[in-house]
């Protein structure tokens, strides 16, 4: 019973903690909200930095933060630059009394000429610094005179002189820093400009910290430590060693005593950002080493064990520090993982809005696919009731609305009536004139006008035909577009899943092909793999300088042809012009079959302008395109036809379109350009290079012959030329071919060229069958040779001959078995 009751308790326990655990986050948050209002918001956090800054120094004297820090909150955020002037005024009265006297002057003066000015300025942000500049020289040589009562000396000017540069800098510096710290919605990305910026301003506002001491331990030595443990940890040893040297700078102008913490600062923060991979303990080893080291410089046992302890308590805070935090300042840092993902994050959103952008594109020409389909039976049925109502109807007004006996025919036999003229209009569309005995005896008996009805009829039936065919006209133009719009749509599905596709985190498959390659010994820098799929593997790496002995071709390839499981070729090579740059190397999977084609052609009478075209296209789907085109006739408007054919039909195939819908485009293209009677044939095969599967579109071409072996096979099909008609049929014929076989394709002036030859596939095939060579430009020759030479070497026709060969792809270098002792395989 008790262990009933506990199982039952059990399941409510769980509830009230995970209950207890979201109350408690979002508490934390609404925690967070408060304090980011509080502090960016209310202005407080400027008031915190400004104070520091108003006391901090430069050689002991120099006071060059202030107006540069007032100006910049002045121009990035106005109505918090009085909050920012109470800081540094109260910061500087730390310091003396007049030292606020200074700050104070130094603000009033740049507020009353900058304000002065405002006519005359276009950019402010560019003049701002020259203001700071002169505004710093002018009062610093005002203060000097008042307070030692002599003119210029050399000393004052370039003390003033370094005091002005010193603010230019700065405020050169601020003005990209204090955005950073003051808006609420900070970008998602910095600049390394930016974040240099930043560590000067927080280094700058540290200074301010110097003198003061808790338990004898100096408070300016845990910050800066803290801050580039913290930076090392998060961003690596470039940045980490960055703040640790910029940070010491500052630190040794502030404070020449403090000259030797740049050397320890530098040091943990290189060390600390190699050891990052121990996480934050690897970051506080590296600023104990480096503590250890350079104490062992300094004034002996005392002043070691003080700057461990500074050290300690420096590592304590960044212990303290919430990693949720850490998380957050490293993805506005370059180089980092974090900023790299959430880069790639960001780049998955643009992916996804795109691909929905695209897919609705697709549902759009989807429906309007649907819009254009034909109407149902049903409803031509009724248009074709209606167009015969308005012909008898005409009819009727022209030979029956005078007559005495329209209301005996139309009122009490309108039945008869109107069968009677239907049968007349049937006898008439189909060409029986006179009219037959039966229907001339009963329209005689009907009908007392019988000789002008029958003339009414035969008149009105042009008008009735025109319309019917006009609206079959429309019905056909409407499918073509409906198949077009349909073809549309599908390319744009396809192409949204692809991105759908892209979309894939191959992260983990990187890392196994990275690790491989390095198990193995070849050193790769970078791995980026766009596809897995398989016959579609995308990957591009990039690897050191190789002196162009070819690693990627003879190692690398090979064995991600093993790790992947198939073969693996080199698709692009992009190497170094220096020995210490590096390789971009694109590797695709190889397809499973080539073609190698040849070609033989000739003009009519050996002229140099052929009415024939040819082109072989290797389209991205893996497929290979051969596509012959003959247009009527001979010389440049024949070419030009063809030409223009084949270029529209490469077009819209390279887009991905269905190679019958591209072909019907290209045809009622063809057909609407031009009134001319100019027509173009069109031979197409279209082969897979990975299963060697082939369709062949023949739009009036001469057949096609496949020599495999001894054995010929033709191939052909009833299509009429291209542009003769607006709307036809394509018929497509398949054929599986095989690695060896021979495709051999001719325009008409090959095929019926020989003469004095009754059956020109017998004659095709036996010359095809008694070739001695598979080498597809020979073959091509040979053909062409003999057909010329039954015509006495004359060449009465245009004539092209394309022949393709079927071959394995083998690769060139054989697969190489990666460490067998570990799983490998990409999964």
Not at 220 to 234: D, K, N, P, Q, T
Not at 541 to 553: A, Q, S, V
Request: hydrophobic fraction near 40%; glycine fraction near 8%.
């Amino acid at each position: 019973m008790e262990k009933a009751e506990h199982n039952v308790m059990e399941p409510t326990r769980n509830v009230d903690i995970e209950r207890t655990k979201v109350e408690f986050s979002k508490g934390v948050k609404h925690l967070q909200g408060k304090l980011e209002w509080l502090f960016i918001q209310k202005g407080i956090l400027l008031f915190g930095i400004g104070f520091l800054l108003g006391r901090a120094l430069i050689l002991s004297h120099l006071t060059p933060f202030a107006l540069p820090f007032f100006a910049s909150v002045y121009m990035v955020r106005r109505d918090r630059a009085p909050i920012a002037l109470i800081g540094l005024l109260a910061g500087s009265l730390t310091l003396s009394i007049p030292n606020i006297a200074y700050t104070f002057s130094n603000t009033i003066l740049f507020l009353i000429v900058f304000r002065m000015t405002q006519k005359w300025r276009k950019d402010d942000f560019k003049t701002l610094p020259f203001f700071v500049f002169f505004t710093s020289l002018f009062v610093k040589l005002g203060f000097d005179f008042i307070q030692q009562g002599q003119l210029l000396s050399i000393y004052n000017g370039a003390m003033a002189g370094v005091e002005a540069t010193l603010t230019f800098i700065l405020t050169l510096i601020f003005i990209q820093s204090i955005p950073l710290l003051s808006m609420n919605r900070r970008k998602k990305s910095l600049k390394t400009e930016e974040v240099v910026s930043l560590i000067i301003l927080l280094s700058s506002v540290m200074t301010g910290t110097i003198g003061w001491a808790v338990y004898e331990l100096s408070v300016e030595h845990i910050l800066s430590r803290y801050l580039v443990i913290l930076f090392s940890f998060i961003a690596g040893a470039t940045m980490g060693s960055t703040v640790g040297v910029v940070t010491g700078l500052i630190f040794s102008l502030a404070n020449v005593a403090s000259f030797h913490q740049m050397s320890l600062l530098a040091f943990a923060g290189l060390l600390g950002g190699l050891l990052k991979e121990g996480k934050k303990f690897g970051a506080a080893i590296g600023l104990l080493i480096a503590t250890l080291l350079m104490g062992m410089y300094g004034g002996g046992e005392a002043e070691l064990t003080k700057t461990l302890y500074e050290s300690g308590i420096a590592i304590l805070l960044l212990f303290l520090t919430p990693q949720s935090l850490t998380n957050k300042l490293a993805k506005h840092i370059p180089g980092t993982a974090e900023y790299a993902q959430e880069q790639q994050q960001y780049m998955r959103k643009v992916r996804d809005v795109t691909a929905n952008r695209v897919e609705q594109f697709s549902s759009v020409f989807k429906a309007l696919s649907n819009s254009f389909i034909q109407m149902d039976g049903r409803k031509d049925e009724e248009y074709e009731e209606k167009e015969l109502d308005y012909f008898l109807s005409n009819v009727t007004e022209k030979s029956c609305q005078t007559c005495f006996k329209k209301e005996q025919c139309w009122s009490r036999n309108f039945d008869e009536t109107y069968g009677l003229m239907k049968d007349i209009m049937y006898e008439f569309d189909q060409g029986n004139i006179p009219l037959s005995h039966k229907v001339a005896r009963n329209l005689e008996a009907h009908c007392v006008r019988g000789k002008k009805v029958q003339d009414a009829i035969y008149q009105e039936l042009t008008h009735y035909q025109a319309n019917i065919k006009l609206k079959k006209q429309v019905q056909e133009s409407r499918k073509l577009v409906a198949d077009q719009l349909l073809g549309v749509s599908e390319v744009m599905g396809d192409f949204a899943k692809e991105i759908q596709r892209e979309r894939e985190n191959h992260h983990k498959q990187e890392e196994q092909i990275l690790d491989a390659l390095q198990e193995f010994g070849v050193e790769i820098d970078n791995v980026e793999i766009f596809s897995l799929e398989q016959g579609n593997v995308d990957i591009d790496m990039t690897i050191p300088y190789c002196g162009g002995h070819g690693e990627g071709e003879k190692l690398i390839a090979p064995m991600l042809s093993d790790i992947l499981e198939e073969t693996i070729i080199v698709h692009k090579e992009d190497c170094a012009s220096f020995p210490n740059g590096y390789c971009h190397v694109t590797f695709r999977s190889a397809k499973a079959y080539v073609v190698e084609t040849g070609v033989a052609h000739a003009a009519k009478g050996g002229g140099l302008v052929s009415g024939d075209s040819f082109s072989m296209i290797e389209l991205g789907a893996g497929k290979f395109a051969v596509a012959i085109s003959d247009g009527m006739g001979n010389g440049e408007r024949a070419h030009y036809e063809s030409n223009e054919t084949l270029r529209l039909l490469q077009k819209i195939l390279q887009s991905g379109i269905e190679e019958k819908v591209a072909i019907k485009a290209v045809n009622s293209i063809l057909s609407l350009r031009t009134n001319d009677e100019i027509f173009s044939t069109l031979d197409l095969a279209m082969i897979d290079l990975q299963d060697a599967s082939s369709k062949f579109l023949k739009i009036g071409s001469t057949p096609s012959f496949v020599k495999r072996g001894d054995k010929i096979f033709k191939i052909e099909a009833s299509n009429l030329p291209m542009g003769m008609f607006y709307e036809f049929d394509v018929d497509v014929v398949s054929e599986q071919l095989k690695a060896g076989d021979l495709l051999i394709m001719m325009s008409d002036g090959v095929f019926e060229g020989p003469k004095h030859v009754e059956n020109y596939d017998v004659w095709m095939k036996r010359k095809v069958k008694n070739l001695e060579t598979e080498d597809p430009q020979e073959v091509a020759d040979i053909i062409m040779e003999e057909v010329i030479r039954t015509r006495s070497g004359q060449i009465e026709d245009d004539m092209t001959i394309v022949v393709s060969k079927i071959k394995h792809n083998t690769p060139k270098w054989a697969s190489i078995p990666v460490n067998q002792k570990q799983n490998t395989r990409i999964s």
